[in-house]
């Protein structure tokens, strides 16, 4: 005899896949989720990570700052030092040039002129004083031009003023100072290096002196200055 089955099969099917898929499902979420859970931790070690290097990183920033303020301020040090030792060489070298100018306004002045201002700004010298006549000042400024510490004398004014009768003529001249061997330019002016140093001729059959050789040994002043005593009459 047949077996017949007259349970719910169907329904009892239905209910196995029902749970295979309850249970597939919740594996899948708590794939999912331990996947989730994963993905934040490592984003969050990741992040904390960056937020280290960037404390780090900011940390140097600011140590660099302040070693790029310390720099600037020996930088400002550093010029300062630089514009003082300019300004010492500068004096060393120019400490004897007052003496050596005196000596060749003395040397350079002939008879009949007397000197009664002398004024100076920085390689211009400007001299006011009495003379007998326009010729003892023509000598004058020829025994300038022919002195070595002295140049390019220009005579602004000449006039007759009566006060003194034996000096009637009133003068104002000026002219350059420079170095025995210094070069001058087009401008009558005295050529200076970069270094703020006198450029110096070359002397014949040698080569360029340097200033500072040219400072040390000061050149003897030409002997027409010292003879200039006797310069042209009136």
Aim: proline share 6%; net charge positive; aromatic share 6%.
């Amino acid at each position: 005899m047949a077996k017949v089955n007259l349970l719910p099969w169907r329904a009892e099917r239905r209910r196995e896949r029902q749970q295979k898929f309850y249970v597939m499902l919740g594996v899948a979420a708590g794939f999912g989720l331990a996947i989730g859970v994963a993905a934040v931790a490592f984003y969050s070690f990741q992040n904390d990570g960056q937020t280290e290097r960037n404390n780090y990183l900011q940390a140097r920033i600011t140590e660099l700052d302040s070693q790029i303020q310390q720099i600037a301020e020996l930088d400002k040090e550093k010029a300062t030092l630089l514009r003082r030792k300019d300004v010492i060489e500068q004096l060393q070298s120019n400490r004897s040039q007052m003496v050596h100018l005196f000596d060749e306004l003395v040397r350079t002045i002939p008879e009949g002129v007397r000197l009664t201002s002398v004024k100076q700004d920085g390689n211009k010298l400007t001299l006011e004083g009495l003379s007998q006549s326009n010729a003892r000042v023509s000598a004058y400024m020829r025994n300038i031009e022919a002195s070595g510490w002295m140049t390019s004398p220009d005579l602004s004014v000449i006039e007759v003023r009566g006060d003194d009768k034996t000096l009637p003529y009133a003068f104002n001249l000026s002219l350059t100072l420079i170095r025995p061997g210094q070069q001058i330019g087009p401008d009558g002016q005295p050529v200076v290096g970069s270094d703020g140093k006198p450029v110096m001729s070359a002397p014949p059959g040698g080569s360029s002196a340097s200033p500072a050789s040219s400072g040390s040994a000061p050149a003897q002043s030409p002997a027409p200055a010292a003879s200039s005593k006797g310069g042209s009459t009136p």
